[in-house]
């Protein structure tokens, strides 16, 4: 069964990035019926968000056509939940005093749904006694509330809390909120049964970054999407998730403990003081070599010959757990990516590795796996391999996630 959302926009700059948060929730099958408050319709048009939605677009409390159904009472009925973004000071204020002058407010009030609101407003207005009480009560009425984040602002010279979060943050926090009633295709589990409350789950994610001079290195195109979404499904289904990320320009999942790493060597000490835990997932795609000597000095251009780059082999970081005699975590999954021999090279790795189950992805020029939002992966364990259909990184790490729980409770049911 499709899901569907009423999406309230409000009247603030932020306004047009609920445009992406329409198209990426399309994509994962979720209805928006759109209701543009009389500001918001400074930001964005009714044609674009209608275009995007493929839904006509709700403005007027007293429109005729409407009202003679009860159009505001519908609206906030017939959806599985209620967004407000962004929500400006003016509209929280709105809610918290219990108004219905406009279609938003009135929505708003009529709803018997679950409703998330996403703050965007200048750092003053949002630090002042009359937001912080105004918020407080919406949370005290039982109304979730994203955010804001902390950054520039569009004003000149402002910096502080009052972003409107990311639409993918957006994006994955409704999902989380639909996925109550999404149970797993592969093993039956739903996401928000919290099967790994009381367990710790360490993630890898990212890229690394191996210094040959104090201005270059070596990396990859990872951009970590893949090890985050892995982190956020652990959190919602309850685990403590240490995250251990390489350089990435992607928000960060809420709820997480993240740990900033830039080289393999870093990444591999970090793991390590990290452990013990009940799960381990190495996602990152760690750097096979780093210069065997990094000179003080940027390496400078010179008509003769180019420098001799010297390389060493970088630690191995998941065989350095699969292989521990003492602390090693119950369950180990590792990430084979390759270009060729995908499977036979993911079947060696889980073996000479010592992991339980090997992630398999081709990331061959065209795959757009790396980089990308969305995933094709085989995974392999010691009983065979089951292929799964391209899908979005973020339910590639929910079903990952679903089968981590289900191997973890089967290991500790008694024989």
Same mark, same amino acid.
């Given at each position: ?35 543009? /408050? ?98 407080? /009560?919406?949370?005290?009425?039982? @109304? ?157 251009? /010179? ?50 590795? +010592? ?24 995974? @392999? ?12 990184? /973020? ?10 729980? +289900? ?9």
């Amino acid at each position: 069964m499709r899901h569907r959302i009423v999406l309230i926009i409000g009247g603030g700059i932020a306004a047009y990035k609920c445009l992406e948060v329409i198209r990426r929730l399309k994509e994962h099958s979720i209805d928006v019926r759109v209701v543009l /408050t009389k500001a918001a319709q400074e930001f964005v048009t009714c044609l674009s968000v209608s275009a995007l939605s493929n839904e006509r677009v709700f403005t007027d409390l007293f429109d005729l056509n409407d009202e003679r159904e009860i159009g505001h009472i519908r609206l906030s009925r017939e959806a599985d939940l209620v967004v407000v973004a962004p929500a400006t000071a003016d509209l929280i204020a709105k809610m918290a005093g219990g108004h219905a002058n406009d279609l938003a407010t009135a929505v708003l009030l009529a709803t018997d749904k679950p409703v998330l609101i996403a703050p965007a407003m200048n750092p003053k207005m949002w630090s002042h006694p009359a937001t912080l009480r105004n918020v407080a /009560t919406l949370k005290q009425d039982g @109304i979730t509330i994203l955010g804001p984040n902390v950054g520039e602002m569009a004003e000149r010279d402002e910096i502080g809390p009052g972003r409107l979060i990311e639409p993918e943050q957006l994006v994955a926090a409704i999902r989380d909120h639909l996925a109550a009633k999404k149970h797993s295709r592969t093993t039956g589990l739903d996401l928000n049964t919290r099967a790994l409350v009381g367990k710790h789950v360490v993630v890898t994610s990212g890229p690394t970054h191996e210094p040959l001079d104090p201005v270059r290195y070596l990396a990859n195109r990872s951009s970590g999407k893949q090890g985050y979404a892995i982190a956020h499904a652990a959190a919602q289904m309850g685990a403590k998730v240490t995250l251990i990320t390489g350089p990435a320009s992607i928000p960060a999942p809420q709820g997480v403990t993240i740990i900033a790493v830039e080289t393999a060597e870093q990444m591999h000490d970090a793991v390590h003081d990290a452990l013990p835990a009940d799960i381990a997932v190495f996602a990152a795609a760690v750097a096979d070599w780093r210069a065997a000597k990094v000179p003080r000095d940027k390496i400078k251009k /010179t008509s003769k010959k180019p420098p001799t780059l010297k390389l060493v082999e970088n630690i191995d970081i998941l065989k350095s757990v699969g292989t521990l005699k003492s602390g090693r975590p119950p369950l180990v999954i590792g990430f084979a990516a390759e270009t060729t021999s995908l499977l036979t090279n993911a079947k060696k790795k889980l073996k000479s590795k +010592n992991a339980d189950l090997i992630v398999a992805n081709n990331v061959s020029e065209g795959s757009d796996v790396l980089g990308g939002d969305h995933n094709k992966i085989h995974i @392999i364990s010691r009983a065979g391999t089951d292929t799964l259909a391209k899908m979005s990184k /973020t339910d590639v790490a929910e079903q990952l996630m679903e089968r981590a729980a +289900n191997l973890i409770s089967k290991a500790k049911a008694p024989a």
